[in-house]
């Protein structure tokens, strides 16, 4: 079971960090990542990280701005996000994914959190 936490209202600019914990023992053997959901709009890919943590992608959209990480003796998965804006407004849910190293594809997760939502205002 995973889930996430650490949602919320913030402004356009400020920063949130939002974590992703799990019982599961075998965290450390998953792929993780975030992936995020806008009001009528379909889920997108935010960021990817392997499950010793190694490698790491993030999307066009947030590159320079969001980081993801993880804390394998903690059994936590984390999205660092800075420099918010109003289009990063969205339920953001993290997922694993055991077949995988790392992956952008949300067919390649396995295991999803339930969400947290975030909203940036102006």
């Known amino acids: 079971q995973l889930v996430e936490s650490g949602g919320g209202l913030v402004q356009a600019g400020d920063s949130l960090r939002l974590s992703c914990k799990t019982s599961?023992?075998?965290?450390?053997?998953?792929?993780t990542g975030w992936f995020r959901q806008a009001p009528g709009k379909e889920r997108e890919f935010v960021a990817t990280?392997?499950?010793?943590?190694?490698?790491?992608y993030e999307a066009d959209s947030v590159k320079g701005r969001f980081t993801i990480s993880r804390d394998n003796t903690k059994n936590e998965l984390y999205l660092q996000m800075n420099s918010m804006r109003p289009e990063d407004t969205a339920d953001y849910y993290c997922?694993?994914?055991?077949?995988?190293?790392?992956?952008?594809?949300?067919?390649?997760?396995?295991?999803w959190g339930q969400g947290t939502q975030v909203t940036v205002s102006t």
């Open positions: 599961d023992f075998t965290f450390h053997n998953y792929a």
């Open positions: 990280i392997s499950r010793n943590g190694a490698t790491r």
């Open positions: 997922a694993e994914g055991v077949r995988v190293w790392t992956s952008k594809l949300e067919a390649e997760y396995e295991y």
